[in-house]
């Protein structure tokens, strides 16, 4: 199990070894992202009008993560090679940013297990408590329904260029990861 894993080992079973998923606090999802070093972006589309392109582009340009692509479809996204898989990738990436379908995320979920990863984070709008529960079982973090690019913002008083509005505000330069 991963050292950053949150457990509930007061509700742990023998199904559930690490207890029932319950959606990250605010702190423990910041804790998330300073710890992380590499983000996989699983579903990386090549078309800019894409929430997965969106995120990328202000992860590589916001953040000091090592950012990897994950799509069977694709060769290359913004200069950099894109793997088919998890399995693939030259590192165990710290968190597997899913971009996929919610009925994709238990399988992915699985993979990112098996290869070692540490958090699963599914976009906001993309929801499976199936695969959250599969994830902390298997010992990692599930993060699900966020954002990664609005949470990183947001702990990083840097959102004003999307225009969500936080209720940051702050005149500190913004600390990066790491």
Known sequence: MSEQTLTNDDEATAEHPHGRWTAPSPSRRLQLLRSAKSVAIVGMSDKPARASYFVATYLMSSSSYTVYFVNPRL???LGQPVYASLKDLPEVPDIVDIFRRPEDVPAIAE????IGAKTIWAQLGISSE????????????AVQDRCMKIEHGRFHGNLHLSGFNTGVISAKRQILDG
């Open 111 to 114: 993979e990112a297990a098996e």
């Open 130 to 141: 199936e695969a959250m529960q599969l994830a902390q079982d298997a010992g990692l973090n």
């Open 75 to 77: 060769q290359e996204v």
